[in-house]
């Protein structure tokens, strides 16, 4: 790691050199030990963060976590989703971490094949039934 | 079988398998208000922190985290786990955004009117220091943008990584690293030429 590289990660991640993303740290530390200028810039970095850390900071009140549970139970919220078939597809979705498509696809695929199993069974009876009804207006000799 | 489990507060910081994040938000959906008190149990010191270093006010930031969990409490659908977005991410800019909102509306304090301390030796004038070093941190930083603020609060104070930081304020990587880069460009230079006039003063005492 040369010195402007070390200059460039010292700015993006700071003085605590455990915190670098994983191998650059371990870089760092070797440049480090062997480039007094950059054993510097890392002290006068870390003197800098130690200044900022200076900022005043307050402690929540006590029972901060109690109160917002409090606040929470005194609010009406929209009835919970009741058992359904609807609620049950619903659980999958959110459940399952997948992306939707990869359920929501293979999903319409199947509802699709379904419907139109269903249609061509309703279509094939509707024309037994017409050419019952056909046979039974113009009797048997019809066709010929 | 009844797999409800009653643990005493002080445990529910504790993240299980069977009681992670992601986990509790879908018993949430479902109204389970247990679910909601461990969220709350684990969380909000983290949340509160983010909105304090935002508004500098504890009772502001108060009021943010206990009006983000409502939000959430209500209306649990609006974290869409399907996404695979964290529910901390989802969260972290869930406050940010109620913070943003707040700072928008306030309207700036009046400035305190300076005040002389009783002279009580040694200490009191050490407090004094102090208390004006965090205050002129707290100056330098609020007169940053919003966006290199909410990085450094991100980043610097929260410890948040990099890439989280960036997909919570929606931003890409390159450019939540160049916001912090200005930020603490534009603190070195305040702080340090602030720095540099406090000891010119001391050497003149």
């Known amino acids: 790691m040369d010195r402007d590289e070390f200059l460039k990660y010292l700015e993006l991640y700071g003085g605590d050199l455990g915190r670098w993303p994983s191998g650059l740290g371990e870089e760092a530390r070797a440049a480090c030990a062997v480039s007094r200028e950059m ?15 200076e900022r005043g900071f307050e402690e929540p009140s006590p029972g901060l976590e109690a109160r917002i549970i409090s606040a929470a139970a005194r609010v009406k ?40 199993y269903l249609y061509a ?24 | 079988m009844d797999t409800t489990v009653t643990l005493p507060l002080g445990q529910m910081g504790i993240e299980t398998k069977e009681f992670t994040d992601e986990g509790l938000m ?16 684990r969380h909000t010191k983290k949340y509160y922190s983010l909105a304090y270093r935002m508004l500098s006010s504890r009772e502001e ?10 939000i959430l409490w209500t209306n ?6 399907g996404r695979q977005t964290k529910f901390t991410t ?5 406050v940010w955004n109620a913070c943003i909102d707040r700072k928008r509306k306030n309207t700036p304090l009046p400035m305190e009117d300076g ?25 330098c930083i609020g007169e940053l943008p919003e966006s290199q603020q909410t990085a450094l609060a991100l980043c610097f104070y929260e410890g948040v990584s990099n890439r989280e930081a960036a997909e919570i304020m929606g931003l890409s990587v390159k450019a939540l690293e160049s916001l912090l880069m200005r930020a603490k460009a534009s603190l070195r230079s305040k702080l340090g030429g602030d720095k540099g006039r406090e000891d010119a003063n001391n050497g003149q005492r």
């Open chain 2, 76 to 81: 649990p659908a609006s974290w869409d786990g």
């Open chain 1, 77 to 116: 919220r929209p009835e919970a989703r009741k058992s359904s078939v609807l609620g049950l597809l619903g659980a999958v979705f959110t459940a399952i971490p997948l992306p939707r498509p990869a359920i929501a696809l293979p999903l319409l695929l199947v509802l699709g094949m379904a419907a139109g």
């Open chain 1, 39 to 53: 054993r510097e810039a890392l002290d006068q970095e870390r003197r800098f963060e130690d200044s900022l850390m």
């Open chain 1, 121 to 144: 069974n309703y279509a094939e009876q509707d024309t037994d039934n017409a050419q019952y009804a056909e046979l039974l207006y113009y009797g048997e000799d019809y066709n010929e």
């Open chain 2, 26 to 41: 879908g018993r949430i959906r479902n109204g389970d208000r247990e679910a909601f008190s461990m969220l709350v149990m």
């Open chain 2, 115 to 139: 005040f002389d301390p009783p002279d009580e030796g040694r200490g009191a004038e050490e407090a004094l220091e102090m208390k004006r070093n965090k205050e002129n941190i707290d100056a």
């Open chain 2, 61 to 70: 930031a108060e009021d943010i985290v206990q009006e983000s969990f409502l």
């Open chain 2, 90 to 94: 989802w969260f972290y800019r869930v």
